[in-house]
């Protein structure tokens, strides 16, 4: 029988913490948030490996290595309210919900509300809730954001997500073109938003985020 415990002490010290993940909230929150059961049960022998898991719903859990990454470039603080778009399952939710004041999980079908909405509960999130809308449209209704964190690859931001960020809030998603992929930071500061890069990162793009087709005459 896995010790789940076990594994998700040598993940925090073989893939997150070597990677330059030291800030200490963030490795408790990977600590607390049993990460198996996220997955499919098929899938549970795999849940502490470092590689990104198909979840066989048209959503994949990031890695440990690049979700750690992402979490600790979007510099949550505990009076935060955050966007986690295609939050699928919840996982990534739950990790966030132990770093801020409120989540809110977006996922575009009433399945999917469901599911992460229960998992959540099964462990005790209180912070975080998970609403049906358009991934592309966000949620404004519920913001204005501190941070928008997309938990999937896409290959360009929506202007609408942007525009649902906080004086400055950040956004943080991994911008795939091919198979060159970079985890990008965007941050409002007034009417401006830029964009940094902070580190190499590829993921299996987002259902209806793929690029569009270019026909030449």
Known sequence: MTDYAQARQHMVDSQIRTNDVTDLAILKAFKSVPREMFVPQTQRALAYSDVHIDCGDDRTLLSPRDFSKMVQAA??????????????????AAVIAALCETVVGLEDSEDRVERATTLLTDIGVTNAAVVKGDLKSGAREHGPFNVIFVNGAVTDVPATW???????????TIKQKGAVGVCSVYTRSGDAVGERVAFDATAPLLPGFEPKEVFVF
């Open 162 to 172: 942007l525009d649902q960020l906080a004086n400055g809030g950040r956004l943080v």
């Open 75 to 92: 510099d949550i603080e505990p009076t935060d309210v955050v966007l986690n778009i295609a939050c699928g399952r919840g996982y990534s």
